[in-house]
C-alpha cells in the first residue's frame, strides 16, 4: 500500500501563500489535491498527471494555484497564492496506483486509489 502524507497547512492572511506537499511512501501516478470545508462538501482543486505534464485546476483557484510533482522524491506540490478566506478547509492529498486516462477522472475521487490524513489550511480576514 503507497502511504501519502501532507504537510505545509497553517494559518494565514487573506492575500498570503502557502505551499502543501504530498510526500508518497511510494510510485504514484496520477495525483491530486482535494478540499472540504465544514458543511460542504469534498471538492476537487487541483490534479497532475504522472509526467507533471498535464495539470486541472477547479475554476476558483485558476491563477492562483499551482500544481507540480517531483517523481524522484515521490512528492507532489500546491503552491497557493493570493489565499482567500473560503479556500479554508482541509486538504487532502490522492494519488492514483496505476497509469489510466486521468484526464477523464482527475476532478473525482473514483480517480484515486489512495489517500491521506488531511492538513489544515486557514485563511484570515
Known amino acids: 500500500q503507497v502511504q501519502l502524507a501532507e504537510s505545509g497547512g497553517g494559518l494565514v492572511q487573506a492575500g498570503g501563500s502557502l505551499r502543501l506537499s504530498c510526500a508518497a511512501s511510494?510510485?504514484?501516478?496520477?495525483t491530486g489535491w482535494f478540499r472540504q470545508a465544514p458543511g460542504k462538501e469534498r471538492e476537487f482543486v487541483a490534479g497532475?498527471?504522472?509526467?507533471?505534464?498535464?495539470?486541472y485546476y477547479v475554476d476558483s483557484v485558476k491563477g492562483r494555484f499551482t500544481i507540480s510533482r517531483d517523481n524522484a522524491k515521490n512528492t507532489v506540490y500546491l503552491q497557493m497564492n493570493s489565499l482567500k478566506p473560503e479556500d479554508t478547509a482541509v486538504y487532502y492529498c490522492?494519488?492514483?496506483?496505476?497509469?489510466?486516462?486521468?484526464?477523464?477522472?482527475?476532478?473525482?475521487?473514483?480517480?484515486?486509489?489512495?489517500w491521506g490524513q488531511g492538513t489544515q489550511v486557514t485563511v484570515s480576514s
Open positions: 490522492a494519488a492514483g496506483a496505476s497509469i489510466s486516462s486521468y484526464s477523464r477522472n482527475y476532478y473525482t475521487p473514483t480517480g484515486y486509489a489512495y
Open positions: 497532475i498527471d504522472w509526467s507533471g505534464g498535464s495539470t
Open positions: 511510494g510510485r504514484t501516478f496520477g
